[in-house]
């Protein structure tokens, strides 16, 4: 069955870096798409970064674009955020998603994906 395990979160500074990774089963990195999207307390799950698994091709948010690089390892069905930069608004849990719900592309970072991790928590401090 279909398992994302998120990894890799923890308190850094401002400034600071942490890498984000995702283990996939089998089934969830078949999903031509994949990625990686946040949720602060009171606000809207939004989109980070999306990658197409086979072609490569990588999205990214506004917000993010220059500091944070997604990637994956597939032949270990792995997927990584690398954050770099980071600023405390970047505080929020992070969650590992596969497979877009229809209507929804990799491009568009929409928040709707048939399958989710348990999310892993970053903490930003000034």
């Known amino acids: 069955q279909v398992q994302l395990v998120e990894s890799g979160g923890g308190s850094v500074q401002a400034g600071g870096s942490l890498r984000l990774s995702c283990a996939a089963s089998?089934?969830?990195?078949?999903?031509?798409?994949m990625g990686w999207f946040r949720q602060a307390p009171g606000k809207e799950r939004e989109g980070v970064a999306a990658i197409y698994t086979r072609s490569d091709i990588p999205y990214y948010a506004d917000s993010v674009k220059g500091r944070f690089t997604i990637s994956q390892d597939s032949a270990n069905n792995t997927l990584y955020l690398q954050m770099s930069l980071l600023k405390p608004e970047d505080t929020a849990m992070y969650y590992c998603a596969a497979d877009p719900a229809p209507g929804s592309y990799c491009y568009d970072l929409r928040p709707a994906y048939n399958y989710w991790g348990q999310g892993t928590q970053v903490t930003v401090s000034s």
């Open positions: 089998e089934d969830a990195y078949s999903s031509r798409c």
